[in-house]
């Protein structure tokens, strides 16, 4: 479920931006540790760093078409929000990046603000996951996730007011996987 989350967060993120075609970054301030991007980046076979401020996220809605019942939903989402940033980087063999690092970037989203709202971790060093809500008067102002498995590190920052509602509605559309519920309620991959 955990790793459901995070993907459907970030296959939600990447199919938007190629769906409008939008460049790959912006010139907007990153949540990220500058130094720590580039040495990820170097170490990477393949990396992708995006990067959309409320300017990017702005122009990127006018691509969607308000007619149609899926466009106008995600228009309404990003609309609200101050940015979307995504990092990206696939490795040619594991051990690529360090604990160290990831506890740099986890470190930044540790403050009141802030909660845990799932942390996951593998025996068997497969991946872990985390993912933080920034929680303004008991309303979601921002996620944060994390994704790092062996061969792989993705980060998912989104900043802005988002409701579970919203992104659970884009379940299926725009490359998103379809979640279905089994027959106690809960939400499957299937």
Sequence with gaps: ????????????????????????????????????????????????EVSLDKNMLAFASKFLDSKKSDDAQVRRLIEKLDGIYVRTYEFDKAGQYSE??????????????????????????????DIYVKLVNNEIQGMFILNAEPKELDFVYISGPIRPEELSELSGNFGVPKLGKNATGKESDK
């Design 100 to 129: 160290a690092e990831l506890d740099a970037i986890r470190h930044q989203f540790s403050s009141p603000v802030w909660s845990v709202m799932v942390r996951g971790r593998s025996r068997d060093a497969d991946g872990d996951t």
């Design 1 to 48: 479920m955990i790793r459901i989350f995070s993907r459907l967060l970030l296959a939600l993120v990447t199919s938007l931006l190629l769906a409008w075609a939008l460049p790959a970054a912006s010139q907007s301030s990153s949540p990220f540790p500058v130094t720590l991007e580039k040495d990820l980046a170097a170490r990477a076979v393949n990396f992708t």
